[in-house]
């Protein structure tokens, strides 16, 4: 079992920061990119942030100067710090992980439950 685990979101008013951290635990043998997503309603997912598990990040343009992502591999743990936030922003916001569970199984994509983050004054 594979659980990724969200916290950090919430109420915001424009021009606010949040902090979004999520975890992964269990049967882990290496974790390859992480990454956040989020959707908005009547909208399709789409890509925040990732991150390599070496570090290289990529963002989207809409949160770019605006959001950093970052990792702790020795947590399994992905942060997003979300400054100047803007009513656009509003959605559910989910981890991603690409992981493989031992040396002998492929890796495949593990998401988490989605955090709330609203943007509104």
């Known amino acids: 079992q594979v659980q990724l685990v969200e916290s950090g979101g919430g109420l915001v008013q424009p021009g606010g920061s949040l902090r979004l951290s999520c975890a992964a635990s269990g049967s882990i043998f290496r974790i390859n990119a992480m990454g956040w997503y989020r959707q908005a309603p009547g909208k399709q997912r789409e890509l925040v942030a990732d991150?390599?598990?070496?570090?290289?990040?990529n963002y989207a343009d809409s949160v770019k100067g605006r959001f950093t992502i970052s990792r702790d591999n020795a947590k399994n743990t992905v942060y997003l710090q979300m400054n100047s936030l803007k009513p656009e922003d509003t959605a559910v916001y989910y981890c991603?992980?690409?992981?493989?569970?031992?040396?002998?199984?492929?890796?495949?994509?593990?998401w988490g439950q989605g955090t709330q983050v609203t943007v509104s004054s």
């Open positions: 991603n992980a690409d992981l493989e569970r031992n040396r002998y199984s492929p890796s495949r994509d593990y």
């Open positions: 991150i390599s598990s070496f570090g290289s990040t």
